[in-house]
């Protein structure tokens, strides 16, 4: 039972443009949400994060966004850049334990 | 800055082989946790520790076995390596709290069965 999903494996956006990436969860008690990017070869890197307290949350060019009520998490990305393609994976926190689950990511592609 | 070190980046193992994966972190972090990735099936989690000599199966612990000896060192164990473990392999850390806190992770150890 997948309980965080993103539906969308894959994405292209022209550069310059916006890039958004959707995250969905099922269990209402996930507190904290996380976006991480990965290239190949390397391990995952955190980008942002929102507490369940919050709606959004901005840092540069990225931007979360959390509407508990259709349990449903956005990342934007503004303006992107070539260098932005990656996979992205949302991943929720249950406060019961110390584990993340993760999303099956999407890939961002952002054409030059 | 944390740093996580994952000992090998690329492995080639033949199948029945014991396979140790090795993860060290310099922050000392009680948290450390092993996934794996595959296409379209995201990261999983194979097994966590949140202190030594303390271990918690995760969602997809059958044919895996770890240890945690030292609080930095995490070693993910295939006791007989099938095909089936050739995957991306992923160590974490992250300090214990009630706050909010990051999982920083490993550059990943590629792992080919043969």
Not at chain 1, 32 to 43: N, R, T
Not at chain 2, 80 to 95: E, K, P
Request: with cysteine; glycine share 6%.
């Amino acid at each position: 039972d997948q309980q965080v999903k993103q539906n969308s494996p894959s994405l292209s956006v022209q550069e310059g443009r916006i890039s958004i990436l959707n995250c969905d969860y099922t269990n209402s008690m996930f507190d904290y949400f996380l976006w991480y990017k990965k290239y190949p070869a390397e391990g995952p890197t955190f980008l942002i994060s929102i507490s369940s307290i919050k709606d959004k949350n901005e840092d540069g060019r990225f931007t979360v966004f959390l509407n508990k009520s259709a349990k449903h998490l956005s990342l934007h990305i503004v303006p992107s850049q070539p260098g932005d393609s990656a996979v992205y994976f949302c991943a929720a926190s249950d406060p019961r334990t110390y584990k993340y689950i993760f999303g099956t990511g999407t890939r961002l592609k952002v054409l030059a | 800055d944390v740093k996580v070190t994952q000992s090998s980046r690329y492995l080639v193992k033949r199948t029945g082989e014991k396979v140790f994966l090795e993860c060290v972190q310099d922050m000392d972090h009680e948290n450390m946790f092993w996934y794996r990735q595959d296409p379209g099936l995201g990261l999983r989690l194979i097994y966590f520790s949140y202190d030594v000599k303390m271990k918690e199966k995760g969602d997809i612990p059958e044919g895996y076995s770890v240890s945690r000896e030292k609080k930095e060192r995490f070693s993910l164990i295939l006791e007989s390596a099938s095909t089936n473990q050739t995957s991306m392999y992923l160590c974490a850390s992250m300090r214990q709290g009630r706050d909010k806190n990051i999982q920083y992770f490993g550059a990943g150890t590629r792992l080919s069965v043969l």
